[in-house]
Structures are given as structure tokens and as C-alpha cells.
């Protein structure tokens, strides 16, 4: 899942929030610097991707992109769960896309000072291209890959899977579907008030 997914995944707990945010960022274990909140958001990070990573079947929609970018696929599906995420939103939570995105963009801002500095810069990306609103539209999905591919470099253009998403987007669709019930049921999202 990517960075909408978790942001939905941490419910109504801002430091849970800002930790699930900034768990990229964060290597080894050293949490020294964080509340404890902030804590339990960084290990719900680190067990929301463990749960991903082994589900057979967010594992069957990596072979989708085996051809071309096997080595990505893990990624790709992270971001193309998202957009199912971002598209079917309403069905999630009980805000719109657009309100969860601006109400937890601003619970970030107001936290950046518990933020890495990686982190904090990659907030500056994601509000001032509204990531997770643009998460619903292909448009920003391309947006997404192709800055994701810039960072990369070495000539990946993660951006051309697109074509091989669209042949494949209704098997996936029904993957997602599965996948999200399960991932709701594991992490007890109903315990926050949401649908």
C-alpha cells in the first residue's frame, strides 16, 4: 500500500498518522527522538507493508508487470491499490477524498517539526501536487510514476506501465477489492469510526 493507504490505515490518531508518515525515513529502530505515538505509527507502517508484501494476493497483481518491470512490480501495485483507494473512496471513509486529503495534509504540516528532513521535503512534494486527491484520476497516477522514475533514473520509466495497467484494471480491481477487506479486517480500521 502507498501513502494514502497508510494515511487511511492510521485512523483518527495524529501521532499515529505523522509515524506511519515518516517510517520510510526512519531506519533501524532507534526511535530515541519520537513519542510514543509516533512510534506505534512507524511499527504500524513497517506491519501494514509486511502484511502487503505477503498477501497472495497483492503477490498475484506483481506478475501483472512482470514483463518489462518485474523489478517495480512491488511498487507499481502499491500505487495502482492506491488509485482503486482514491477511486472508491467514499466507500472507505466517511469524508470525501478531497477533506481527508486537506485534513491530514494540515495535521502534517503542523507535526513537520517531528519530521526528518527527507520527510519533510517529500510533504513539500505531496501537498503541492495533492498527491492523494490526484491518486484518482490517472493523470496523477502518470504524475506520480513519472517523478517516481526521475528519482530512480537509470532510464526506468515506470510511468509506460500504465498501458499494462488499463489491459489488466478490472482483474485488478477485484484483487484490490479482496485484498482491501482484508487489510481492513487485520487492522481493525472499523475501531476508528470509519465505514
Known amino acids: 500500500m502507498n501513502y494514502l493507504a497508510h494515511a487511511y490505515l492510521s485512523g483518527d490518531n495524529e ?3 505523522i509515524g506511519n508518515f515518516i517510517a520510510d525515513h526512519v531506519r533501524g529502530n532507534n526511535f530515541s527522538n519520537y513519542s510514543q505515538g ?3 505509527g512507524i511499527r504500524l507502517h513497517r506491519k501494514i507493508d509486511a502484511f502487503t508484501d505477503t498477501h497472495p494476493l497483492f503477490q498475484s ?5 512482470y514483463t518489462g518491470f518485474e523489478k517495480y512490480s512491488g511498487i507499481l501495485v502499491d500505487i495502482y491499490f492506491d488509485y482503486f483507494l482514491a477511486k472508491q473512496f467514499s466507500h472507505f471513509h466517511r469524508l470525501s477524498l478531497d477533506e ?3 485534513n491530514v495534509y494540515s495535521r502534517y ?3 513537520i517539526h517531528q519530521m526528518p528532513e ?3 521535503r517529500f510533504l513539500s512534494y505531496v501537498i503541492n501536487n495533492n498527491i492523494y486527491s490526484n491518486y484518482a484520476n490517472i493523470r496523477g497516477i502518470e504524475t506520480v510514476l513519472t517523478h517516481l522514475s526521475q528519482r530512480i533514473g537509470h532510464n526506468v520509466l515506470l510511468q509506460n506501465s500504465i498501458e499494462v495497467f ?3 484494471e478490472v482483474d485488478l ?3 484490490f477489492n479482496h485484498f482491501a477487506a482484508d487489510i481492513l479486517k487485520k487492522f481493525k480500521i472499523h475501531d476508528f469510526g470509519f465505514l
Open 38 to 40: 509516533v512510534i506505534e
Open 15 to 17: 501521532d499515529v498518522l
Open 109 to 111: 504540516t503542523k507535526n
Open 61 to 65: 497483481s506483481k506478475r501483472v508487470f
Open 118 to 120: 527527507s520527510s519533510a
Open 100 to 102: 481527508f486529503s486537506a
Open 166 to 168: 488499463q489491459k489488466n
Open 173 to 175: 480491481n477485484e484483487k
